[in-house]
T-cell receptor, first 114, second 114 residues
Framework: KNQVEQSPQSLIILEGKNCTLQ??????????LRWYKQDTGRGPVSLTI?????NTKSNGRYTATLDADTKQSSLHITASQLSDSASYIC?????????????FGSGTQLTVLP | NAGVTQTPKFRILKIGQSMTLQCTQD?????MYWYRQDPGMGLKLIYY???????DKGEVPNGYNVSRSTTEDFPLRLELAAPSQTSVYFC?????????????FGPGTRLTVL
């Protein structure tokens, strides 16, 4: 069964600090992995998307890494801001362009305190 | 573009009532999806559509129906509301071209069945 597990479930950090969120998956065959940011009461917004051949991808202060061998991904947030407080969701696709094969993690709830 | 829009934002139903959740996108995307998100859980795919006139079941289709008469609209129908359908519902669409895949989510509809 395809699964995506994220850790930690929740995280609290002080403004300006860095943090790293983890995503482990068992989805096969792997196509791509995405990280989304979901603000409370809003729909998810895409941060990064990586295919099998990509090891790292950055989007501003967000840097995602992918190790397809160990089936692990991480999302590193640098110099956190209060607006980074949100749920971060890891999504793995088993086939390109096929929504039926998307497997969502349950998310990491990040709280940034002043 | 307005992106993906959903109505209503909130709704309370009594057991056995019916309602339609509306979803519209103005980006001319062929792929559209309905997800539900329960507290502390990942998004679960209810139904999806790969184009006008074509729909298919996702992971949790029971108790729901969809139609896709136009490219823009993808309404989700609940015929006999049950408490288990209390959730936040997200509509999404995908742009897939040239190997690039972008998924756009609506703001969500929060449904409570009492």
């Amino acid at each position: 069964k395809n699964q995506v597990e994220q850790s930690p479930q929740s995280l609290i950090i002080l403004e300006g600090k860095n943090c790293t969120l983890q995503c482990n998956y068992t989805v096969s065959p792997f196509s791509n992995l995405r990280w989304y940011k979901q603000d409370t009461g809003r729909g998810p917004v895409s941060l990064t998307i990586m295919t099998f051949s990509e090891n790292t991808k950055s989007n501003g202060r967000y840097t995602a890494t992918l190790d397809a061998d160990t089936k692990q991904s991480s999302l590193h947030i640098t110099a956190s801001q209060l607006s980074d407080s949100a749920s971060y969701i890891c999504v793995v696709s088993a086939q390109p362009g096929s929504a039926r094969q998307l497997t969502f993690g349950s998310g990491t709830q990040l709280t940034v305190l002043p | 573009n307005a992106g993906v829009t959903q109505t209503p934002k909130f709704r309370i139903l009594k057991i056995g009532q019916s309602m339609t959740l509306q979803c519209t996108q103005d980006m001319n995307h062929n792929y559209m999806y309905w997800y539900r998100q329960d507290p502390g859980m990942g998004l679960k795919l209810i139904y999806y559509s790969v184009g006008a006139g074509i729909t298919d079941k996702g992971e949790v289709p029971n108790g729901y129906n969809v139609s896709r008469s136009t490219t823009e609209d993808f309404p989700l129908r609940l015929e006999l509301a049950a408490p288990s359908q209390t959730s936040v519902y997200f509509c999404a669409s995908i742009h897939a071209a040239g190997g690039q895949i972008k998924q756009f989510f609506g703001p969500g509809t929060r449904l409570t069945v009492l």
